[in-house]
């Protein structure tokens, strides 16, 4: 081997000065190298929760700030809170013409994976609800968050809108916060709904809006509304697969879907799509309106 050649005058170097010196250097001993388990395994053992990455809110150009002079900025779509699924990063803005669903300001997050969450604790976001920071920017996107129930347009199943926290929190506020029409439209499938009011629009598009309080809402089944139409309050309305009513926290899920006819003899269907860059563009246009 070619390495003894260089090792075997080292050696006898190393000899020599021991031999010339009562108390010779010990000669540097390599640390072993450290056997790294299979990386694919997870540590069970683990304790720690992951430390959240540090979100890089996008630079906004024109600062536009909400109505508490709050500086509005967003993390990218399909950049999702650590631990909450792998989110589905779609930019495109389906809808570049309807208005922000919310009247007042309002922040997109995740109502699982944080503060008031029952999953908060993973991202060390221990507490309830109404905490400081989930009423703040930067949004964050929460389409295809993991849940436990199977979805379709996820991978893996997932959360098939996005998040909406009212300007403030119910709990402590006592605010109403009102729920818009997106655009003109018709409310349609009220009747025996629990939690979830459908505005059709003439483009064929679809918006649901969920947890609204649904026994004071503004609209009747199959009212025809014009865009920034009130339709009722933020609320935790939800019930469970057995009828029973179980509180969310106090949010609004929001979903888009597009009609979509893959060719002209096809029949349309209706294509739930990402809204989160369709919202943070009408959220724009709505602070630059000031
Ligand atoms: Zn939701």
Known sequence: MKLNA????LM???????????????????????????????????????????????PDD?????????????????DLLPASGPGHAD????????????EDAAFLNSQVYRYGGSQGSLNGMNGGQCHADNYNYPWQDTFCESRSRSQIMC??????????????????????????????GRIV?????????????????????????????????GDL????????KVSNDFFNSSGERVPTTYHMHFEMYQNYAPDEESEPIFDQVNPYMSLVNAYEKKLRAK
């Open 155 to 184: 991978p893996d199943g997932g959360h098939e809108g996005v998040d909406i926290r009212a300007a403030t929190c119910i709990p402590d506020s006592g605010a109403e916060h009102w729920a818009v029409a997106v655009d003109n």
């Open 6 to 9: 260089y090792l075997l005058p």
């Open 225 to 232: 509304v014009v865009k920034g139409q009130r339709i009722g």
């Open 12 to 58: 006898a170097a190393l000899l020599l000065a021991a031999c010339a010196n009562e108390t010779p250097d010990e000669p540097p001993v390599e640390d072993p190298p450290i056997v790294d388990p299979d990386p694919e395994e997870p540590q069970p053992d683990d304790p720690e929760p992951e430390e959240p990455e540090p979100e890089e809110p996008l």
């Open 62 to 78: 024109n600062f536009l700030m909400d109505d508490e002079g709050r500086v509005f900025s967003y993390v990218p779509a399909g």
């Open 91 to 102: 930019t495109t803005i389906y809808q570049p013409d309807i208005v922000f669903p919310l």
């Open 189 to 221: 499938g009220l009747e025996g709904s629990k939690y979830t009011v459908k505005l059709q629009t003439d483009d064929g598009s679809l918006y649901r809006y969920m947890h609204l309080k649904m026994d004071e809402l503004a609209v009747n089944d």
